[in-house]
């Protein structure tokens, strides 16, 4: 097989983490077809000694730290595109090279370590770098809407280990749309079953009548969600839950909610 045809595969991927890094599809083709330039004219030069997927990232990772011309305009794209991307570019350069190569590219941190001549250690303080400038991006008032009180002190306790301020924890349909009235919110955690047997999907419904804010659904009854109709839930966690998975679903709504203010 040729070497074209064992990098063919990866170059669609090689494009969006391209263009995650420069914050335009335009400008991050340019440094691919600049790689791939590199590629054809050298081919001996190519990394042997590692996956052609490695290899391929590697050239590229070498074109850009050369050229390096990030501040141009991005291009247009889904509102939930340009705000992720406006997140990312506030990044600095080397945390967010890190991040995206293990998070959206998936590669380890010892590859990662190859890809830009770091060691491991400072690999993974760059990418908890990355995610500490991201947790400081999405500041947020969080509405809790559940019933059991322990359940709402472990979920407000997670809330406020990430940053964010707690408006208010509602038991009831009619407590929860009084309080994201009186002081709204930019994220909504909600269970289903109230205290008074009221319907957390009722609350949430009222509240998105107002206006839109992101939600959360924490729910022993994730079935009663399952319905095709508003809302929808995007992020919807299972009790019992496990604290990191609600933490990466706060993280994840607020990311790309342009409402979502920095610190």
Known sequence: MSLGQQLHPHLPF??????????????????????LEA???????????????????KTFQAIWSSAHLEDLPATAG?????????RLARL?????????????EGFTIDDVSYLIAMDSDEVEALVEEALTEIEAQTRAKVLIIEDE???????????????????????TREDAVREALADRPGLV???????????????????LAEFSVPVIFITAFPER?????????????????????????????????????PA
Do not use: C
């Open 225 to 261: 969600l399952l319905t095709g109709e508003r809302p929808e839930p995007t992020f919807l966690i299972t009790k019992p839950f496990q604290r990191s998975t609600v933490k990466a679903a706060i993280s994840q709504a607020l990311f790309f909610d342009e409402a979502t203010a």
């Open 14 to 35: 090689l494009r969006r983490y391209a263009r995650a890094l420069t914050g335009s599809q335009a400008h991050g083709d340019a440094y691919v077809r600049a790689a």
């Open 149 to 171: 009180p322990i359940i709402a002190m472990d979920i407000e306790t997670i809330v406020r280990d990430l940053g964010h301020d707690v408006t208010a924890i509602a038991v």
């Open 92 to 104: 600095t350069p080397l945390p967010r090279q890190a991040l995206l190569l293990t998070a959206l």
């Open 78 to 86: 889904s509102n939930r595109e340009a705000i992720a991307q406006a």
């Open 189 to 207: 955690l909600a269970d289903i079953q109230l205290a008074d047997d009221s319907s957390g999907i009722d609350a949430v419904k009222d509240i």
């Open 39 to 57: 590629i054809v004219a050298a081919p001996e030069e190519f990394p042997s000694d590692v996956d052609p997927r490695l290899g391929l990232y």
